[in-house]
Nanobody, 123 residues
Framework: QVQLVESGGGLVQPGGSLRLSCTAS????????TGWFRQAPGKAREVVSC????????YYADSVKGRFAISRDNAKNTAYLQMNSLKPEDTAVYSC????????????????WGQGTQVTVSS
């Protein structure tokens, strides 16, 4: 059974940084696609960033390009989302997910989800 556990969320001031971690068990993140998603109160869940299995191609939502970076440590079976220059509009519950395919760019392609971690950007 695949389990994903996120950590690293919290309260940060605008302009600050956080690094989210997603550790997997029961699946190998270096082979399958991994994504980070977020859901703000009253809004639909949206994709933030994805990374393909094997060759590590990445995708970023326009709203986070240049500020966020997705990465993966295969030895630790952990994916990361480095978030810099945070803005109040980045406030949301962030969840990681993994697919049963190597490439997955859309939410419906993800099969396993973590419980989420709250990120709050406020002064």
């Amino acid at each position: 059974q695949v389990q994903l556990v996120e950590s690293g969320g919290g309260l940060v001031q605008p302009g600050g940084s956080l690094r989210l971690s997603c550790t997997a068990s029961g699946s190998t993140l270096d082979y399958y696609a991994t994504g980070w998603f977020r859901q703000a109160p009253g809004k639909a869940r949206e994709v933030v960033s994805c990374i393909t299995g094997s060759d590590g191609r990445t995708y970023y939502a326009d709203s986070v390009k240049g500020r966020f970076a997705i990465s993966r440590d295969n030895a630790k079976n952990t994916a990361y989302l480095q978030m810099n220059s945070l803005k109040p509009e980045d406030t949301a519950v962030y969840s990681c997910a993994t697919s049963r395919t190597v490439v997955a760019w859309w939410e419906y392609e993800y099969d396993y989800w973590g419980q989420g971690t709250q990120v709050t950007v406020s002064s």
